[in-house]
Nanobody, 124 residues
Framework: VQLQASGGGLVQAGGSLSLSCAAS????????VGWFRQAPGKEREFVAA????????YYANSVKGRFTISRDNAKNTVYLQMNGLTPGDAAVYYC??????????????????WGKGTLVTVSS
């Protein structure tokens, strides 16, 4: 499975961005897809995830209520709508796919496939 993240860019604090993660090359619709981010000098951290049915979503506390993850299996694409962005959200955002289950959706090891990141910059 190949993943391609896109949609990053420069936005002012309080603004919005929508990231996309397009999958190809495998039965990606059966995988849990997660978004992680890594800011300079910090470890990669979990942001959000969605199970393959789309009925279950998971969020880091830091983005809950501001970010929304969704998926369109017909298009093999997962979206991350980010609203109310703050400078603390600035990072390289990565999407990943794997057979993560409820207890492992926040852990990087649960994801077998990773895309190249897309940079989100938030100006204050």
């Amino acid at each position: 499975v190949q993943l391609q993240a896109s949609g990053g860019g420069l936005v002012q604090a309080g603004g919005s961005l929508s990231l996309s993660c397009a999958a190809s090359g495998g039965p990606s619709s059966r995988y849990t897809v997660g978004w992680f981010r890594q800011a300079p000098g910090k470890e990669r951290e979990f942001v959000a995830a969605i199970r393959w049915t789309g009925s279950s979503t998971y969020y880091a506390n830091s983005v809950k209520g501001r970010f929304t993850i969704s998926r369109d299996n017909a298009k093999n694409t997962v979206y991350l709508q980010m609203n109310g962005l703050t400078p603390g959200d600035a990072a390289v955002y990565y999407c990943a796919a794997g057979l993560a289950i409820v207890s492992t959706v926040t852990t990087q090891r649960a994801y077998s496939y990773w895309g190249k990141g897309t940079l989100v910059t938030v100006s204050s």
